[in-house]
């Protein structure tokens, strides 16, 4: 079973829609939660850490689900820039490693 | 913003070359990594670093590979002897604190290294 499970997509939307994207994990240790996001070719650039109580950042809400494994990521008013792919990243406690999904591609056009 | 910087931005080099990529992390973090990421692939963990040795390292970091901090500003990876599947995006990252307390890491833009 892989580590950690998105969806590859591509989510193809529209300018202002809302899209959601989830992503599961194996290790039920898993600590830290993060949302990274990822321009072609260039680095994960962080987006937003995933607290249990769930957490929002202006349009991107990120909640988190411990008894099924489970991390979300919402985006309201979909922007042309919000266009990349969008990885769920897992750290489990006491260790330095993140562990990356594959990501979810997102595509936002006019 | 303080920013994690690596160089070379683009490496090519012959199969069994020895390389070495360079990274300059973020002046007050501790905590030091290097990730990977093979052409349409998901990012790889390959080793961490903190008080000057390693503190973790996946099954895909073996002997050919050694990270080393020769000086107080920059972080090194060397590839020994390249292979074909070495290549690959290589991306330094750096964190103040370890990443078990929830503490973020900062990426550089990355050394793309093919190896032919």
């Known amino acids: 079973r892989k580590e950690v499970e998105q969806d590859p997509g591509p989510f193809n939307v529209p300018e202002g829609a809302t899209v959601a994207f989830n992503c599961t994990y194996s290790n039920s240790a898993s600590q830290s939660f993060f949302w990274y996001r990822q321009d072609c070719r260039k680095e994960p650039k962080l987006l937003m850490s995933?607290?249990?109580s769930g957490n929002e950042d202006g349009r991107f809400t990120a909640q988190l689900n411990r008894a099924s494994q489970y991390i979300s990521l919402l985006i309201r008013d979909s922007k042309l820039s919000d266009s990349a792919t969008y990885l769920c990243?897992?750290?489990?406690?006491?260790?330095?490693?993140?562990?990356f999904g594959a990501g979810t591609r997102l595509a936002v056009h006019p | 913003e303080p920013e994690v910087t690596q160089t070379p931005s683009h490496q090519v080099t012959q199969m069994g070359q020895e390389v070495i990529l360079r990274c300059v992390p973020i002046s007050n973090h501790l905590y030091f990594y290097w990730y990977r990421q093979i052409l349409g692939q998901k990012v790889e963990f390959l080793v961490s670093f903190y008080n000057n040795e390693i503190s973790e390292k996946s099954e895909i970091f073996d002997d050919q590979f050694s990270v080393e901090r020769p000086d107080g500003s920059n972080f090194t990876l060397k590839i020994r002897s390249t292979k074909l599947e070495d290549s690959a995006m290589y991306f330094c990252?750096?964190?103040?604190?370890?990443?078990?307390?929830?503490?973020?890491?900062?990426f550089g833009p990355g050394t793309r290294l093919l190896v032919l």
């Open positions: 990243v897992v750290n489990e406690d006491g260790y330095n490693k993140l562990i």
């Open positions: 995933v607290y249990s």
């Open positions: 990252a750096s964190s103040r604190q370890t990443g078990g307390a929830g503490e973020t890491q900062y």
